[in-house]
């Protein structure tokens, strides 16, 4: 595993100092376009050389954040350290943490200078240097942090199920993962996952959808959601040649921890959740993920999992339930049940992913 991620260290080391930012694919581009227009705003804030050398392939930053702690896992720059800093306010706090020594030097150069933008006494954002794998030895504790984002970093982990199982470990009941990667729709070969160049540009360690799946299970979430699939975008010919037929999305997931509430499939109580608006950036209408989307004031018929996910939740002040679990109807019928953002087929960790 050291090897691994000392070979991914050196490669982001040398893109960062010696390519000026400059990677072999389109993978990790980070369009500033395809930000929502609050996010956009904030970004317009941030150093050019943060942005610059900044590797991302989505947008990771859910809603309502006022106040939260949140853990940046792979922050590279800082670029969503500091969009997340402006979100969670000078009561809220940030914690990035990446392995890469010359990229958190960048992130750290601008505290102040952020600070001081967003009219904070102090800086609320701080980085550690150290591995996704192991937060304990970060002094990370149990059930400390409100929401774990990433972007396009859990790939590069030579062993997934740790991260995850710490992610798990540190998010409090009812947190939030809420993260971007790229996924593959089959396993990665050994020879394509142990190249470095396509272990640094996101190919090489990208995650099975179905096994991605399974792992999810086996640490603890029965439940998760992708809010958003694009087909991932390499624009290099040689290396699309070396990746033969192995077809490579860029997705958003959303995973929150309520183990007491859910359940592996999707549960009928007769229930019914009203989202009241509120959110920043989300005023007419809030995605919980690519096929429930609640438009202000329209009562929508939910499963217990999709009920509990914006119930007990920071996303419980903008909704109102009709509805408890005092008596079960079987499982939910998903075909005709939710309203979709995409009008897509249900997928993932249950009847409603």
């Known amino acids: 595993m050291s090897d691994i991620r000392e070979q991914v260290k050196e490669y982001y080391s040398k893109v960062t100092k010696e390519n000026a930012g400059k990677m072999e694919t389109k993978i990790c581009s980070c369009a500033a376009e395809n930000l929502p227009r609050h996010l956009k705003e904030i970004r317009a804030m941030i150093p050019d050389e943060i942005v610059q050398r900044f590797y991302g392939c989505g947008s990771p930053i ?84 409100d929401v774990v984002v990433s972007n396009c970093v859990i790939n590069l982990s030579p062993c997934k199920q740790s991260v995850f199982s710490e992610i798990w470990r540190v998010l409090k009941r009812g947190g939030e993962l809420y993260f971007s990667d790229i996924f593959a729709d089959r396993r990665v070969p050994e020879e394509i996952s142990n190249d470095p160049v396509l272990r640094g540009e996101c190919l090489g360690g990208a995650m099975y959808v179905e096994d991605f799946r399974r792992l999810m299970s086996k640490v603890g979430w029965s439940d998760f959601r992708y809010v958003s699939t694009a087909k991932a975008t390499i624009d290099n010919e040689e290396i699309e040649d070396l990746i033969e037929n192995i077809n490579f999305t860029s997705r958003t997931v959303r995973a929150i921890k309520i183990p007491d509430l859910m359940e592996d499939i999707c549960e009928q109580y007769g229930q019914f959740a009203t989202y009241k608006g509120g959110m920043v950036g989300a005023k007419f209408y809030f995605d919980l993920d690519d096929h429930h989307r609640f438009f202000k004031d329209l009562p929508m018929s939910v499963c217990g999992n999709t009920c509990a996910m914006v119930e007990v939740t920071r996303f419980g002040k903008y909704f109102e339930i009709h509805g408890d679990r005092s008596k079960h109807f079987g499982p939910f019928d998903c075909s005709g049940g939710s309203s979709g953002a995409d009008g897509g087929a249900c997928e993932g960790g249950s009847c409603c992913c």
């Open 62 to 145: 859910p809603p309502a954040l006022e106040g939260c702690t949140v853990l940046d896992l792979g922050c590279g720059t800082g670029l969503d350290v500091y969009i997340l800093s402006r979100l969670v306010g000078e009561s809220g706090r940030v914690i990035g943490v990446d392995m890469n020594e010359d990229q958190l030097a960048i992130a750290r150069k601008y505290q102040d200078e952020m600070a001081k933008k967003f009219g904070y006494k102090r800086s609320n954002v701080e980085f550690l240097q150290g591995y996704i794998e192991d937060l304990a030895s970060l002094g990370i504790k149990d059930a400390s942090v």
